[in-house]
């Protein structure tokens, strides 16, 4: 371990080594099994919605989802059917913490970007006081206390640094500083004692310790090019591609487990399911990985993509968006829609 780039801590405010890697290939062919597929991005009463839907989130026990339709952030409690705007303008898709009480999402507010914390029992958005020009690319804490997010200097800008807030205790601590603006975008655990994140620039991926304070060696090793997909919310797994590869990196034994040939998109909360895209164009367009049994199960045959944060625990849900209408009966709006696959 290495002591943390740039660590500071400051006051802030609210506003309204790959030895042992080995090949998970599947022992079967791919399935399509399961419960069935139901379309989120819909009114109470199951209006459709006229603009285009995206960005999924899902809650570790696959009860809530968050999502943007028409300049609009929306929960969704399934067991309820209950919805809620909770927010507007977003630019980029929406994050959730594992309760799913809370959710974050950039804005932009006349030039700059500036990161919202939606929560679900208010209906509405407070604002983290950014101290930085623009601030985007949320990740949330389990319990919605921790937000770790990319801070932008300069304008134009010309550096940028990974903030985690505390905007319980009101405090903010600078992880790392970078010299340029290629994408370095965090991810944190539930508990928010990691958060991994990437120098899109020398194409590595580290992992930071708030318990020890420091932050760790590139964790794809030496002489080889990374990039973050996500860190389990257990804080146990972080996924990141490298070539045409999927690596799921073991925080606690430092080996990694290489998916070959695939893209990985998200891992469920347990580190044990990867939902990936395979690089074959000619097959289903996302597969459901049990890493531990190498199995997989398809998702969607239909195009169709997905985020971070898109698997609930033991790889149960997992929520996607797709433009296809023949997905579940009577889309006919024309638009990307959000949907959820529930598997038995």
Not at 124 to 144: E, K, M
Request: aromatic residues 8%.
């Amino acid at each position: 371990m290495r002591g943390v780039l740039g660590a500071a801590l400051v006051a802030c405010a609210l506003t309204t080594a790959l030895p042992g890697a080995a090949s998970a290939e599947p022992t079967g062919g791919a399935r399509e099994t399961g419960a069935g597929v139901e379309r989120v991005s819909v009114a109470a009463d199951g209006t459709q919605f006229s603009g285009d839907s995206t960005g999924g989130a899902i809650t570790t026990d696959g009860r809530r989802v968050v999502f943007s339709s028409a300049d609009r952030v929306y929960l969704r409690d399934a067991p309820s059917g209950q919805l809620k705007q909770v927010g507007s303008y977003p630019i980029a898709s929406p994050a959730i913490s594992g309760d799913g009480e809370y959710a974050a999402y950039a804005v932009l507010l006349f030039r700059d970007t500036k990161v919202k914390l939606a929560q679900w029992t208010a209906g509405s958005s407070i604002g983290l006081n950014c101290d930085a020009l623009n601030c985007s690319q949320p990740s949330v804490s389990g319990d919605g206390r921790y937000v770790a997010n990319v801070a932008t200097i300069g304008r134009p800008s010309s550096s940028q640094r990974i903030d985690v807030w505390d905007w319980h205790a009101g405090t903010k601590q600078e992880l790392a500083w970078f010299d340029h603006t290629a994408p370095s975008r965090p991810s944190i655990s539930g508990d928010g004692r990691f958060v991994a994140y990437q120098d899109g620039k020398a194409k590595d991926v580290f992992l930071w310790d708030r318990d020890y304070g420091s932050t760790s060696d590139p964790i794809e090793g030496p002489s080889q090019e990374a990039t973050l997909v996500q860190l389990s919310e257990d804080g146990s797994k972080v996924v990141y591609l490298s070539g045409s590869d999927t690596y799921v990196h073991d925080v606690s034994s430092g080996t990694a487990q290489r998916v070959p040939n695939v893209k990985g998109l998200a891992i469920d909360p347990t580190g044990s399911y990867l939902l990936y895209a395979p690089n074959d164009p000619t097959g289903p367009s996302l597969v459901l990985r049990d890493l531990r049994a190498g199995t997989d199960e398809v998702v969607s045959h239909r195009p169709a993509s997905a985020g971070v944060d898109a698997v609930s625990a033991g790889g149960r849900e997992v929520v996607f968006q797709s433009t296809a209408d023949d997905i579940v009966p009577g889309d006919t709006n024309g638009t990307s829609d959000v949907f959820v696959r529930r598997f038995s």
